[in-house]
């Protein structure tokens, strides 16, 4: 079910940001309030505003295209840095409630989940897996797609408290 929920992100973002974009444009929510709505998210999930939320990203994302293997589609998702809720939630990314947590008891050191993440496969000092490196999701980039833990094949990555 969660799986399910992960590859249908974009349609998840597609409705919070048009119900986010409506209460903006229609109801004037204040642009504080959103702002608002992105920081306590980040406390609680991580740096979910961009990919899950937010109208603007869900716009960039569509003219980025969805080849994983586009430069221009990485150094997007990597650097994303042009908004105040994406530089405060991305700081919350270690501090957050929720975190990927892996299970070592059942990681097969397989490397799948380093090779579909942006953040890994881009900067090799970053590795969901092997403990000696840098962990992508706490890293202010990771916008918590959740590729790693759906794509996980023996279940080990769980995104929890
Ligand atoms: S994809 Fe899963 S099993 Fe493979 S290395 Fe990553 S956490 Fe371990
Ligand atoms: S959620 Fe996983 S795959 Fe996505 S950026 Fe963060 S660590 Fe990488």
């Known amino acids: 079910m969660f799986n399910k929920i992960i590859r249908n992100r974009r349609a998840v ?5 048009a119900l986010i974009l409506a209460a903006y444009m229609y109801f004037q929510v204040s642009i504080w ?15 979910v505003f961009c ?18 293997s586009s430069k221009n589609l990485q150094l997007y998702n990597y650097h994303k840095l042009g908004c105040p809720i994406a530089w405060i939630s991305g700081f919350l990314n270690r501090f957050s409630l929720f ?6 008891s059942t990681c097969t050191d397989c490397g799948i989940c380093d090779s579909n993440c942006y953040i890994a496969s881009l900067n090799k000092d970053y590795s969901i897996y092997k403990e000696k490196k840098e962990n992508p999701s ?3 980039s990771c916008s918590k797609c ?3 833990v759906d794509k996980c094949p023996s279940n080990s990555l769980k995104y929890r408290v």
């Open 13 to 17: 973002q597609a409705i919070i940001g």
């Open 33 to 47: 309030v959103i702002v608002l709505i992105g920081v306590v998210s980040g406390a609680i999930f991580g740096k």
């Open 51 to 68: 990919r899950w939320m937010c109208p603007l990203g869900f716009i960039m994302e569509l003219t980025m295209g969805k080849d994983p």
């Open 99 to 104: 975190k990927i947590k892996r299970d070592s």
């Open 138 to 140: 706490t890293h202010y």
């Open 146 to 148: 959740l590729v790693c």
